[in-house]
């Protein structure tokens, strides 16, 4: 049940934000590796990207890639603040005097983290390079020309084997491991702190949503180099055995896009990103928080 709720909670929240999760995608591949100003930007800020989207590819577009978002935020959430919340639930993160141990949250909520986000990765490749499809005046990245979800899985298996389906996995990792423990430490931490010095009722949905909302900005800030390596990882064009053709690996793709793009390249689209995960951080957690208390209080 608790990995059940996990990923409900997670696939709530995704509904509302999967829109800026694409124009964040293709803010991130804007002018990937080229000097600034040397390239036109077709996406100005978030809510020019929106408009744009709009008007050059549809209305629709903005939900593109949602089937797989929908269906890796279900495995990997459902397996990553499952198991995070059993482990919390069990007491094992805790310290003698019932506190939260800070150092014990954010090595469980990495390692969750990245369990789910392994299993997930082939899914969450597939949502990236459906959200970058774009018109030919506003595209953005290598193009790829998917169908659907699985017609692309079905083709990179047959043209890369299993091993092309993980493509990018490696890369997706450290933005994982930093973006989960980050999350769900300052997410148990605040609402630790907030409930001793009893600014809240226990239990009540403002704890909930003022911890979500700390959460929020910290791992925007914590995750957005990483997460911009990762989407152009996953995106890069790939040679006939499936071996990307732009960067080597998420150190190689860290030091390209710095030097190329300088240090600001590597926080491309953070007001995409904070607006896509300020949410998505506040309504999964706040979801999760509040279907475990009522599971716990009135049906177990």
Not at 15 to 33: A, C, D, H, Y
Not at 178 to 183: E, M, N
Not at 220 to 239: E, G, H, K
């Amino acid at each position: 049940m608790d990995f059940l709720m996990s990923g409900l909670a997670a696939c709530g929240a995704c509904l509302f934000t999967n829109p800026l999760e694409v124009v964040k995608t293709r803010m991130q591949l804007q002018g990937e590796l080229q000097s600034p100003g040397t390239y036109q930007r077709h996406y100005k800020n978030v809510f020019h990207a929106f408009i744009t989207i709009g008007k050059v590819d549809g209305l629709a577009a903005l939900q593109k890639g949602l089937a797989p978002a929908l269906l890796y935020q279900f495995l990997m959430n459902g397996i990553r603040l499952g198991t995070y919340g059993l482990v919390e639930a069990g007491g094992y993160l805790h310290t003698a005097e019932g506190t939260v141990n800070p150092a014990l949250s954010a090595a469980t909520g990495a390692l969750t983290g990245i369990t789910g986000a392994y299993l997930g990765s082939p899914i969450y490749m597939v949502k990236t390079h459906l959200q970058a499809q774009a018109a030919s005046e506003i595209a953005v990245g290598y193009q790829y020309k998917h169908q659907g979800m699985f017609q692309a899985l079905t083709d990179i298996a047959q043209k890369h084997g299993l091993v092309g389906l993980w493509r990018g996995a490696m890369g997706c990792l450290p933005r994982v491991f930093v973006g989960s423990s980050t999350q769900l430490c300052t997410f148990s931490s605040t609402k630790d702190f907030m409930t001793q010095w009893e600014i809240f009722p226990p239990q009540s949905w403002k704890l909930t949503l003022v911890a979500s909302m700390v959460s929020s900005i910290a791992v925007v800030l914590a995750m957005t180099p990483f997460d911009v390596v990762s989407t152009r990882l996953y995106n890069q064009p790939t040679d006939a055995q499936g071996k990307g053709l732009m960067y080597r690996g998420i150190l190689d793709a860290l030091l390209q896009t710095a030097r190329t793009e300088g240090i600001f390249g590597t926080y491309k689209g953070i007001g995409a990103s904070y607006f896509r995960l300020g949410p998505h951080t506040i309504l999964s957690l706040f979801f999760w928080d509040q279907l475990r208390i009522l599971y716990y209080t009135y049906i177990k």
